[in-house]
């Protein structure tokens, strides 16, 4: 965590939009800082991914519809993903509740996928922690 005062918004802001139980569920990611977007990415997945903070209960293989807003970027970018990867509440080592979600293999992932690795530069090989695996 960072020193900040308490006017600085958030580095990542997430929304939860309801939606019927037959339906993927719907998160809006907004990632203000670069930190947060490196602390949540996952490079290691074949299509990348994002690790998505939340209390909420999914399975394994579920379906996940994300919209993306990275740093100093405008656009939300939609993602059909699934979760492949769960942090369950009070997991070891103090991690964040929540799941792994991965990209799919079509080309607006990809294009994606691009633009997290150029937002994140040279900082996507750090070795600091991160909220993923």
Do not use: C, H
Request: avoid cysteine.
């Amino acid at each position: 965590m960072s020193d900040r005062d308490s006017t600085s918004p958030a580095p990542l802001t997430l929304l939860s939009v309801p939606q019927a139980i037959s339906r993927p569920a719907v998160i809006q990611l907004v990632f203000r800082e670069k930190g947060a977007l490196y602390a949540a990415y996952i490079p290691s997945l074949r299509e990348g991914g994002v690790f998505v903070p939340t209390s909420r209960d999914y399975r394994l293989g579920e379906d996940i519809y994300l919209l993306l807003t990275l740093p100093d970027d405008p656009q939300r970018y939609p993602v059909a993903g699934k979760v492949v990867w769960l942090t369950p509440a009070n997991a070891s080592g103090g991690r964040t509740q929540g799941v792994g979600v991965s990209f799919p293999a079509d080309e607006k992932a990809r294009v994606l996928r691009m633009r997290i690795e150029q937002a994140l530069g040279t900082s996507i090989s750090s070795s600091k922690p991160t909220q993923t695996i």
